[in-house]
Nanobody, 123 residues
Framework: VQLQASGGGLVQAGGSLRLSCAAS????????MGWFRQAPGKEREFVAA???????HYADSVKGRFTVSRDNAKNTVYLQMNSLKPEDTANYYC??????????????????WGKGTLVTVSS
């Protein structure tokens, strides 16, 4: 299973970015997908997740600003990030599980990880 995240960049506070994560190597549609982020010197934290049937979960810190979605025909999951804040600055990672399961909010719930894409929000 390969995951490739993209879409990061530098944006001013209040701006928007859309991250993409393309999956390959197996059937995409039946597995949960998660987004996590890690800022320098901090632990990896949950951002958002989407189940195989479209159910979504968000960290409180991003609720109302970020939207996770998936396009099973394109084997891709997205993270639309609006009203970005400097504290959203981090490397963002997508992840998926080895077996079909409910979405999780802990990194241990996921078995495959993509390389991060850096999001920098300037004040």
């Amino acid at each position: 299973v390969q995951l490739q995240a993209s879409g990061g960049g530098l944006v001013q506070a209040g701006g928007s970015l859309r991250l993409s994560c393309a999956a390959s190597g197996r059937t995409f549609s039946i597995y949960p997908m998660g987004w996590f982020r890690q800022a320098p010197g901090k632990e990896r934290e949950f951002v958002a997740a989407i189940s195989w049937n479209g159910g979504t979960h968000y960290a409180d810190s991003v609720k109302g600003r970020f939207t996770v979605s998936r396009d099973n025909a394109k084997n891709t999951v997205y993270l639309q990030m609006n009203s970005l804040k400097p504290e959203d600055t981090a490397n963002y990672y997508c992840a998926t599980a080895a077996v079909p399961r409910d979405v999780g909010i802990n990194p241990g719930s996921y078995d495959y990880w993509g390389k991060g894409t850096l999001v920098t929000v300037s004040s």
